[in-house]
């Protein structure tokens, strides 16, 4: 598979990403050992790749649950009123749940999203996201599983768009200019 080294700056490489996703599944593996019921729900589209890669290391038995949600804007200047696009298949209540996200950026949309699924009566409901940019947050949201700390810069790959491209990038990175401008 080709790294396309000429269209990001790379911030984290693949196999960075595949060892922190395999820790990541080992330590929600022995958190979880023994429950029955969890769920696992993804927030598309971000979280795709992470999800996909994250629940096939975790040793537990499990279901996939997905939600979509907008944001009405880009991520950089998100307005904070997020509307569901497609909701749970199912009901989680009594259920254990564990939101995956890609990354939290001013943690609005998870602020709303938890707050939503608190409603709904979960067992316990926890937040894992594979990138933390902690000096964009404007709300305070708890996220217990943290894949990387994240610079405050606008990243693609492994899930995360520019324009909802980019999205197929194995690794993490920053797009380099020359990108933007062709873009433009
Ligand atoms: C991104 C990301 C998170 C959200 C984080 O989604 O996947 O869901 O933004 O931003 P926040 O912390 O500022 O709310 P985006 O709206 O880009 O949609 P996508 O998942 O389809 O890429």
Do not use: W
Not at 37 to 64: P, Q, T, W, Y
């Amino acid at each position: 598979m080709p790294h396309r080294p000429y269209v990001i700056d790379e911030m984290i490489s693949a196999k960075s990403i595949a060892a922190r996703v395999e820790a990541l599944a080992k330590e929600i593996t022995a958190s979880y050992r023994g429950t029955n019921k969890l769920v696992v729900v993804g927030l598309l589209r971000g979280s795709f790749v992470f999800i996909a890669d994250l629940v096939r290391a975790m040793n537990l038995a499990l279901e996939v649950d997905f939600m979509a949600v907008s944001s009405y804007g880009d991520r950089p200047s998100s307005s904070g009123v997020v509307r569901i696009l497609k909701d749970l298949n199912s009901s989680i209540a009594g259920r254990h749940v564990i939101v995956v996200e890609d990354i939290v950026d001013t943690g609005l949309t998870l602020d709303y999203l938890v707050e939503n699924l608190q409603t709904r009566h979960p067992a316990s409901l926890k937040v894992c996201a594979l990138l933390d940019k902690r000096e964009a947050r404007k709300r305070e949201v708890a996220v217990e599983y943290i894949g990387f700390h994240c610079p405050n810069e606008f990243v693609v790959g492994y899930g995360l768009d520019y324009c909802g491209r980019y999205r197929n990038l194995p690794a993490i990175g920053v797009l380099k200019p020359e990108v933007y401008r062709k873009a433009e």
